[in-house]
């Protein structure tokens, strides 16, 4: 049996990343999507085990000393850690497991496997993005702002990326993704 492949999505928050990722899964079989742990606080509307796993800061680096994560980083004043077994259960029976994680933890991921295929998501334009913070209702305008001002840090890390793919169009980003995917396996 192949292993599946471990696909990192990355980019700047408000670019799509989770949207693309729901519809990679609909779109290709045997693919996976890994939920997260973090320490921030839930959002209205977001479930414990289906958005990420909410986690306190205690229980966060418990799992860190205990090695549970495959990488883990502070990202905004929170924690943000990829599961590490349930991504190993997936890959060593041959499905694809999609991440939706920072530049930092995708190079870690990149480290610890050679083969995983690092995707770079932008918007079409800065000015998009900043709408498309806003309409999503998730943040305030100090912390909208605030990822703002990080893009241009985040733009450094597009050289160390397998794809760039800037989604102004969510149907031929994914197509553009599950190909790169399909073509990679």
């Not at 929170?78 to 920072?102: C, E, F, M, R, W």
């Not at 980003?173 to 190909?179: F, P």
Request: proline share 4%; hydrophobic share 35%.
């Amino acid at each position: 049996m192949r292993k599946g492949l471990l696909v990192v999505l990355s980019g700047p928050s408000g670019t799509g990343k989770t949207t693309i990722c729901h519809e990679l899964i609909k779109q290709i079989p045997r693919t996976a999507f890994s939920i997260s742990a973090t320490t921030r606080t839930r959002r209205p509307g977001e479930q414990d085990g289906v958005d990420y796993y909410f986690l306190s800061r205690k229980e966060f680096h418990h799992k860190i000393k205990r090695g549970e994560f495959l990488e883990w980083a502070q990202v905004y004043d929170h924690y943000y850690g990829t599961p590490k077994k349930q991504v190993l259960a997936n890959l060593s029976q041959g499905v694809n497991v999609l991440l939706d994680i920072d530049m930092q933890g995708a190079l870690n991921i990149k480290k610890c496997f050679p083969g995983a295929l690092l995707i770079f998501i932008l918007p079409p334009s800065l000015e998009i993005l900043r709408q498309r913070l806003i309409n999503r209702k998730k943040d305030s305008v100090t912390v909208i702002n605030r990822r703002m001002k990080q893009i241009e840090k985040e733009l450094k890390y597009i050289p160390r990326y397998d794809l760039l793919v800037i989604n102004d169009d969510l149907k031929r980003t994914v197509k553009s993704i599950r190909e790169k995917i399909i073509n990679t396996n």
